[in-house]
């Protein structure tokens, strides 16, 4: 057993993982950029005001799973480390007056959350989200907008049979009377509510509705559902987001009881599932609109819609169904020599090819040259350069280790040599 592990509910990952992942990374900053959205990047940590007033008090982001950072002596603010991203953009959104710039915003990030969760399967205490916000636009186009921007990315991302489930949760019109109602319809099961919902009975009954304590799920089936309760500005809406859905071809799925974990969500709110697995609170990804946010947190009153796709349930999903992961990257070429010890030649010539834009890597120890070209094999490289006698003449050999075939090549010409028949190779073209 190693003396030191990763902290509970995280994990390092590994170059053999890490293809997958930077394949998911530019995928996703790609996709963002073809529908306008622009990167940003806020702090890995927050006042913990910005979280406990943006996500809600009473939420089991807030109460149970914000990584508060301890205060030091001489600092009067407290912070947390960002269990999701909104909050943060939100706050830059304010702070730097973007509200003057073109709205809407659209604004990305890619990067690491943490929240102290009981970790499980999917569920790990730092974990990564690609997340999009639209801030200055009421919808309902965007809305639509944006959730065809998720299904277009697992779609690219190679994963089947990823569905949207779609609700919308009313707005400061209609929830009040909505909140009230579902408070009376509880009232009644109070004793058998467990501990921490029969608390949030008094203080954010809502929340109950996504407890994921089994107990919950007879009482919550029988509850009014917010969807009939909408006033006629929520449920215009939310007709012309299904229709704008249904116009480009995105299928979806009414839920009724989805109300999201987060206190900030107006009117659309949606999740995406692998088909099958929406009883299991393993969301792969969440979001909707938060109309009320930017006033929150001191701006002026602006509406907004975002999601965020949580990249370590993908990347789990994708291995579970035998998508391929793209193999390492090998270099174009490794530079070897006859002369094990001499490792300058070496070194100036592999810093050659790499300044002419070439990957490749030399063999710096001093095995004998047979041990350095199967090495250079294993590392799945097109070329070897063998320097030899011929380096005297200016010369090098080239071998093409995948043909078996070699020649010899004026140093000057080496890079564009590799270049040439490297570019044939991976088109499936000609040896050197
Ligand atoms: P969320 O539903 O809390 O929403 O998280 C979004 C996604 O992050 C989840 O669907 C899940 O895939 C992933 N995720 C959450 N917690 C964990 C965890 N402990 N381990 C692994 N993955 C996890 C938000 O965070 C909102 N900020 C989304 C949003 C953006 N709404 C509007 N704009």
């Known amino acids: 057993m190693p003396t030191y592990r990763a902290p509970r509910g995280t994990r390092d990952l590994l170059p053999t993982e890490t293809p997958l992942w930077t394949r998911l990374e530019r ?34 982001v807030v ?19 960002r269990p999701e991203p909104t909050a943060g953009i939100v706050r830059a959104y304010v702070q730097h007056g973007m509200r003057t710039w073109p709205q809407p915003v659209k604004l990305v990030q890619t990067g690491p959350m943490f929240r102290y969760d009981r970790p499980q399967a999917g569920r790990y205490r730092q974990f990564w989200q690609f997340d999009v916000e639209a801030i200055g636009d009421p919808g309902p186009a965007v809305d639509a907008e944006i959730i065809e921007l998720g299904t277009h990315f697992y779609r690219e991302a190679g994963l089947a049979g990823v569905e949207v489930l779609l609700n919308s949760i009313g707005d400061p ?40 304590d089994p107990a919950m799920a007879v009482i919550n089936a029988k509850a009014p559902r917010i969807t009939d309760r909408l006033c006629s500005a929520c449920e215009e809406h939310f007709a012309a987001v299904r229709a704008h859905l249904d116009a480009v071809g995105v299928p979806y ?58 990249l370590d349930r993908l990347v789990l999903a994708l291995i579970e169904t035998g998508v391929a992961a793209p193999a390492e990257a090998a270099p174009a070429a490794v530079v070897v ?37 199967e090495a250079a094999a294993r590392d799945g490289a097109h070329f070897a350069v ?47």
């Open 27 to 60: 995928l996703a900053a790609d996709i963002a950029a073809r529908y306008g959205y622009r990167r940003i990047e806020t702090p890995v940590f927050e006042q913990t005001d910005i979280f406990e007033r943006g996500i809600g008090e009473v939420t089991d």
């Open 63 to 81: 109460e149970k799973e914000l990584f508060r950072l301890a205060p030091r002596t001489e600092e009067s603010e407290s912070w947390a480390l």
């Open 173 to 212: 019109a209609c929830r009040p009377a909505y909140v009230a109602e579902l408070a009376a319809y509880f009232e009644p099961h109070r004793a058998e509510l467990p501990a921490i919902e029969r608390g949030r009975l008094d203080r954010n009954v809502l929340r109950l509705l996504d407890s994921n």
């Open 253 to 310: 799925r009414l839920a009724p009881g989805l109300v999201r974990g987060l206190d900030y969500y107006t009117r659309t709110a949606f999740e995406f599932y692998v088909t099958g697995r929406e009883g299991q609170q393993q969301a792969l990804a969440g979001g909707g609109r938060y109309d009320g946010l930017v006033e929150l947190l001191g701006g002026r009153p602006t509406p907004g819609i975002g999601f965020g796709i949580g």
């Open 337 to 373: 020599g006859a002369n094990p010890d001499d490792t300058i030649a070496r070194l100036q010539v592999v810093t050659r090819l790499r300044a002419a834009g070439i990957s490749s890597r030399a063999e710096l120890g001093r095995r004998k040259l047979g041990k350095q070209l």
């Open 386 to 432: 063998i320097l030899g006698d011929e380096l005297t003449g200016g010369g090098v050999a080239l071998r093409d280790l995948s043909a078996g075939t070699q020649k010899v090549v004026a140093l000057t010409d080496l890079a564009r040599e590799i270049e040439r028949a490297h570019a044939a190779h991976r088109h499936g073209g000609g040896a050197a």
